[in-house]
T-cell receptor, first 113, second 111 residues
Framework: KAGVTQTPRYLIKTRGQQVTLSCSPISGHRSVSWYQQTPGQGLQFLFEYFSETQRNKGNFPGRFSGRQFSNSRSEMNVSTLELGDSALYLC????????????FGPGTRLLVL | DAKTTQPPSMDCAEGRAANLPCNHSTISGNEYVYWYRQIHSQGPQYIIHGLKNNETNEMASLIITEDRKSSTLILPHATLRDTAVYYCIVRALESQGNLIFGKGTKLSVKP
């Protein structure tokens, strides 16, 4: 079974731009969670989607948003990029919800200049 | 979810067992112990989890003390590819679901 895939793997943007990252969960998994990892803050939870609905949200500003499609694929969007948004963005999928074992993708490395 | 304490770093000789400790003295009866690892700049990889009993899979063994206040992840024959940051996470199934990662233990396997 294929694992979690994330595209693109690397991205360079400039301040003020917006970016969309994509995540395809493991086949059959219906929950997708997003995390941000930075050297200073470590791994932090952004939000979780299940059956196209956001079920849980971390403490991030409204510039960070996401959505989930009927095939469970998910996208996250960051608008008005700031230098501090440079990070590794990780997506994790689980079968019936984030309370179950989460399996992570390889991440998207975003650099904001 | 209960807080965990792990040593910041450990070394292990290649081919030897790596024993990674985790303290979770405030763990509740309904909280599981999960272990993930992250090899440099990759996504975290699920290793194993358990509630009360010791668990073993193809990657590792998890030993949980009888009082559940601490646990040890054992990699039986460490290889250079096991060099990674290992995270011990305690989580209740009734929680919101998001994983709360601490700083983990940086395991360096040396030849």
């Amino acid at each position: 079974k294929a694992g979690v895939t994330q595209t693109p793997r690397y991205l360079i943007k400039t301040r003020g731009q917006q970016v969309t990252l994509s995540c395809s969960p493991i086949s059959g998994h219906r929950s997708v969670s997003w995390y941000q990892q930075t050297p200073g803050q470590g791994l932090q939870f952004l939000f979780e989607y299940f059956s196209e609905t956001q079920r849980n949200k971390g403490n991030f500003p409204g510039r960070f948003s996401g959505r989930q499609f009927s095939n469970s694929r998910s996208e996250m969007n960051v608008s008005t990029l700031e230098l501090g948004d440079s990070a590794l963005y990780l997506c994790a999928s689980s079968l019936r919800g984030a309370r179950e074992t989460q399996y992570f993708g390889p991440g998207t490395r975003l650099l904001v200049l | 979810d209960a807080k965990t304490t792990q040593p910041p770093s450990m070394d292990c000789a290649e081919g030897r067992a790596a024993n990674l400790p985790c303290n979770h003295s405030t763990i509740s009866g309904n909280e599981y112990v999960y272990w993930y690892r992250q090899i440099h700049s990759q996504g975290p990889q699920y290793i194993i989890h358990g509630l009360k009993n010791n668990e073993t899979n193809e990657m590792a063994s998890l030993i949980i003390t009888e009082d559940r206040k601490s646990s040890t992840l054992i990699l039986p024959h460490a290889t250079l590819r096991d060099t990674a940051v290992y995270y011990c996470i305690v989580r209740a199934l009734e929680s919101q679901g998001n994983l709360i990662f601490g700083k983990g233990t940086k395991l360096s396997v040396k030849p």
